[in-house]
């Protein structure tokens, strides 16, 4: 509809235009009129090119087709500009049909041809990260188990061997998990359910769930102290921010410091994970959340997916967010999640038990 209105709009001001500038010579009006109509039949659908030419011959022969101010119809070159519109309208009108169906259709099968390619890549990648991921943590679990069956081995080393059994177990419960959600982030099976909870609390679930990961590591937390709820979905937050925070520990080395920032500004709640590592090439800040990226520090690691990055930024998107990663000026990453949210003040204890 919008269309038919710009092109009826178009021929009335044209016609107009010329009526009122004594321009009387019909072929420049016919031949003005019919690149209008051109342009309507290659733009738009059939049925408003159509809509467009009868305007255009009842304009032209009104106002420039003796007798003047009639739409009597007496030379047979009047139906020669009739039928000529008509028909531009219709083949103008069919081709351009035919061109955009190409076109979606092109569009369509190169859509295909990289959801196959992304897919296979997909494909290639996780077979990769499991080949190399599941290997080392599963010959840890199967020497540990027997090594517990030796006779040799004192209460002490049962203990280490069986601790070694579960934290090997964690990664690979880990693993699963990130393949999971890969999974879920690239069929778009990600639904946010939003709940209102303190930004505290979200740091807190995140710390827990890679307590093992970081164990070499000091936490320094710093949470928003007005008693304040903001609204976003906690189970998909804290599961973000726990890839970032053993992401930290993974490059910062062992006793060394892991500083997490929550704040609110702007209607966003940002929460900053810093690290006390090399930092980040210049050429890899762009590349970190990619699928299976690892930078030239992340191919020393003995284990890691490349997965953990990419999660990251897919739950947080899934929210209306954004992440990002920075170099901090004194030395380390800082790795940045960002989510739209909405807030309100807390209910005090006594306001709760009323």
């Known amino acids: 509809m919008v269309h038919l209105l710009l092109s009826l709009t178009a021929t009335v001001v044209l016609t107009l235009a010329y009526y009122w500038l004594g321009v009387t010579n019909p072929t420049t009006v016919a031949l003005s009129l019919l690149l209008v109509v051109l342009v309507v039949a290659t733009v738009s659908h059939r049925w408003v090119a159509i809509a467009t030419s009868l305007a255009a011959f009842f304009c032209f022969n009104f106002f420039f087709l003796p007798p003047v101010g009639t739409l009597r119809i007496e030379e047979s070159a009047q139906w020669v500009a009739l039928f000529s ?9 069919h081709l351009s049909a035919e061109a955009r169906r190409r076109t979606e259709e092109a569009t369509a099968r190169k859509k295909e041809a990289e959801l196959e390619r992304r897919s296979a890549e997909l494909k290639s990648a996780l077979l990769a990260a499991l080949g190399h ?28 061997q069986a601790e070694i059994v579960r934290s090997e177990l964690q990664k690979l419960n880990r693993l699963f998990e990130d393949i999971t959600d890969m999974a879920r982030i690239e069929t778009h099976a990600v639904d946010a359910e939003p709940e209102w909870v303190h930004p505290g609390e979200i740091v807190e679930a995140a710390a827990r769930q890679v307590h093992t990961a970081i164990a070499d590591h000091e936490l320094e937390i710093q949470t928003p102290a007005e008693p304040v709820l903001v609204r976003l979905d906690p189970r998909l937050m804290s599961s973000a921010l726990a890839h970032l925070i053993e992401n930290a520990g993974q490059y910062s080395p062992p006793g060394s410091r892991i500083s997490i920032d929550a704040t609110l500004a702007g209607g966003e709640l940002l929460i900053r994970v810093r690290d006390r590592g090399p930092g980040i090439a210049a050429g890899e800040l762009d590349r970190l959340f990619e699928r299976f990226y690892r930078g030239a520090e992340g191919r020393q690691l003995r284990f890691g997916s490349g997965m953990g990055l990419a999660i990251t930024r897919g739950l947080i998107v899934a929210q209306g967010g954004r992440a990002w990663a920075e170099n901090h000026p004194e030395g380390g990453a800082v790795f940045v999640i960002a989510v739209p949210v909405g807030t309100r003040a807390a209910l005090t204890p006594d306001e709760a038990a009323s």
Do not use: C, F
Request: hydrophobic share 45%; no cysteine; glycine share 2%.
């Open 85 to 93: 519109l008509l028909t531009v309208s219709l083949v103008a009108s």
């Open 133 to 160: 991921d599941l290997k080392t943590p599963l010959t840890a679990v199967t020497v540990a188990a027997d090594n517990l069956t030796a006779t040799w081995l004192d209460e002490e080393g049962r203990r280490e």
